[in-house]
């Protein structure tokens, strides 16, 4: 979104997209509550009570 836009404002701009280590990124909480919505596997992102308590939330 954010190339695009720029792109519209100044055709001449070249945008490069860069992704950060893990250490220096975030998650959203939106991101976090769809990937428990669809069963997937949250331990990478979230404390083990939180990832529980989604489980339990998206159960049925």
């Known amino acids: 979104q954010l190339a695009n ?3 519209a ?3 001449d701009l070249e945008s490069v997209f ?3 280590k893990a ?3 975030f998650l959203s909480s939106t991101l976090v ?3 428990a919505s669809m ?3 949250l331990s990478a992102f979230v ?3 939180v990832e529980e308590a989604l489980k339990k939330r998206f159960k049925d």
Do not use: A, H, W
Request: aromatic share 4%; proline share 14%.
């Open 5 to 7: 836009m720029n792109r």
């Open 9 to 11: 404002m100044s055709p």
């Open 18 to 20: 860069l992704t950060p």
């Open 23 to 25: 250490k220096f990124s």
């Open 33 to 35: 509550r769809e990937i």
């Open 39 to 41: 069963g997937g596997q």
């Open 47 to 49: 404390d083990p009570v």
